[in-house]
């Protein structure tokens, strides 16, 4: 008789542990769950925000090269860093343009030296080609 009584003591036990570590695991789950939906939808607003940026600065800076002579045409893409503050001004990650006219390497200077000075960023991180 000890011995049944032992066996379902350590079930109940068992049954205890199990049932603590289902408990556990379905907090685990919950939690993920929740701030995963806030994550997402905290994220979601923040790319709107930078591509509205991006596009701007795409158009004023191709709007501007569009004056050069020698460029009839110009398309230009700014990637931006996300950084977590919204005091600070997102930093430019980097330029491509691509321009419509003859090249020479005049108006290639000409036109790196207005995308650094107008982004306040380096020549290595602004792409300049010709069509």
Do not use: W
Not at 40 to 47: F, G, Q, R, V
Not at 114 to 128: E, F, P, Q, R
């Amino acid at each position: 008789m000890g011995d049944i009584l032992n066996k379902q003591i350590f079930n109940k036990k068992r049954s205890y542990l199990i049932l603590l570590l289902l408990a556990g695991i379905f907090l685990l789950f919950l939690s993920g769950v929740f701030s995963g939906t806030k994550e997402k939808t905290d994220s979601n607003n923040i790319p709107e925000e930078f591509e509205l940026c991006e596009k701007r600065c795409e158009e004023r800076i191709a709007s501007i090269l569009k004056q050069i002579s020698g460029i009839h045409d110009a398309s230009v893409m700014v990637t931006l860093d996300q950084i977590p503050s919204n005091k600070e001004r997102p930093r430019v990650r980097g330029v491509a343009v691509v321009c419509r006219g003859e090249e020479t390497p005049d108006l290639r200077l000409r036109v790196v030296m207005l995308v650094s000075s107008a982004l306040g960023v380096t020549s290595d991180k602004i792409y300049v080609t010709f069509s």
